[in-house]
């Protein structure tokens, strides 16, 4: 799995993500060849490889040609992207940067989201930002994407809505949750535009993480810092080696809990974050009949899990052991197949082993639609998934459609 990893020492923008992109091997013609796929114009990308503190990187900055650029809601973006000749991939997490992005202004504002002028966010240079950066990622062939915690500056700021304190309050509403710190560094280090894509595109913000770099890249910001810390983003690329990690196992067993209670406290614990749980029968004593409940868990939800079992039983005691568990490297991707669009896990590990698993709400979704049995579906898609998902730089195929066996599906696909 191939890794990127964001130190926001000195903060975080678009503009110093996209250097950063391009400081790791992204080339400006192919991300010029993405951003033409909007059909916008009024703007032209500038980078340059320049020197900061002592370590070499790139400063790009989005010039706008507009003499008045408009003042953009987010139906209008939403409007720009789904036209665009962007892959569907790339239209989605691009969207959910720039929804991400208008809930929090319309909550700092007081105001809904389809009232939110975007002022700086709805901009060209936001714009090309986010789907820039989006499609930077996809064309390095970056499957995760994390981050360090996240260094504010203070001071004041000039923004379309006058004078802020920093980090200006949209800034700080989607932060919410992760993990910050303070150096004292003077001015606006995270923008909103960076702030949203961080928060949005990284599987994880601030927690320990482990990879092999390949490479190293930075993106510097506008302004320079004489004397202090280079103002500049560092991004890490590299491999996941195969994964091995520690997990806690929660067990408890029951005498007393009816199939509805297991059953929604099963869920309960899944949408807390356990990885897994699930339910075993077991003879208790006294020859009588039990449930053995299992929970896996990451270290940092152990106790949560841990209350929640303790809440909604009548258990008076739970056994918490650690183990070792090998997972295989996994990704997951929407695949196009003869029967509409399907999100779809992939596996690879040790000696080629290759393994691709629709997801069922996907499956049970066209069934319906298209009044076919479950299985037929299953099997028609399986029979067309790529034994690993492409890049959005090298689509594949389209898949070849799978006609259904007419006597046992009862009828065509529609």
Request: a negative charge; glycine letters at 10%.
């Amino acid at each position: 799995m191939r890794i990127a990893y964001l130190d926001c020492f000195s903060g975080v923008a678009g503009d110093m993500f996209l250097g950063a992109l391009l400081d790791v091997g992204l080339s400006l013609e192919q991300l010029q060849s993405e951003l033409e796929k909007l059909g916008l114009s009024g703007f032209r990308i500038e980078a340059a490889r320049t020197r900061r503190g002592g370590v070499a990187g790139f400063r790009v900055e989005v010039v706008v040609e507009e003499q008045e650029p408009p003042h953009r809601r987010l139906d209008d973006i939403k409007a720009i992207v789904a036209g665009s000749g962007l892959d569907p991939v790339i239209k989605d997490r691009s969207m959910a940067v720039f929804t991400r992005l208008a809930e929090a202004e319309a909550q700092v504002h007081g105001t809904t989201v389809g009232e939110v002028h975007f002022h700086e966010v709805g901009a060209l240079d936001a714009i090309v930002d986010i789907v820039g950066t989006v499609s930077g990622l996809a064309l390095l062939g970056i499957d995760e994407l994390h981050a360090s915690r996240i260094t504010l500056g203070r001071g004041l700021s000039e923004s379309a809505h006058g004078v802020m304190p920093v980090p200006v309050p949209a800034t700080l509403e989607l932060l919410k949750g992760v993990a910050v710190e303070s150096t004292g560094l003077e001015g606006e280090l995270v923008t909103p535009t960076g702030a949203a894509l961080v928060t949005t595109l990284a599987t994880s913000i601030g927690s320990e993480y482990s990879f092999v770099p390949e490479a190293t890249g930075y993106g510097f910001g506008r302004r320079e810092r004489p004397g202090g810390p280079p103002n500049a983003l560092r991004l890490l690329v590299g491999q996941q080696p195969e994964v091995s990690e520690r997990v806690v196992v929660l067990e408890t067993n029951l005498d007393d809990a009816t199939g509805q209670i297991i059953g929604f406290l099963i869920e309960k614990l899944m949408s807390a974050g356990a990885l897994d749980a699930y339910a075993t029968s077991i003879q208790m004593k006294k020859s009588r009949p039990g449930v053995l409940l299992a929970t896996i868990a990451d270290e940092a939800r152990a106790d949560e899990l841990e209350r929640i079992l303790f809440a909604e039983t009548n258990t008076l005691g739970v056994r918490r052991h650690r183990v070792n568990r090998t997972r295989l490297e996994r990704v997951s991707s929407r695949i196009l197949t003869s029967l509409g669009e399907v999100r779809t896990k992939f596996a690879r590990g040790p000696g080629g082993i290759r393994r691709a698993a629709p997801e069922y709400e996907d499956v049970a979704r066209i069934a319906r639609e298209r009044e076919l049995p479950y299985r037929h579906v299953l099997e028609t898609i399986q029979r067309e998934l790529p034994v690993w998902p492409p890049s959005p730089a090298e689509p594949a195929e389209p898949a070849k459609p799978a006609k259904l066996n007419e006597a046992d599906a009862g009828r065509e696909p529609q």
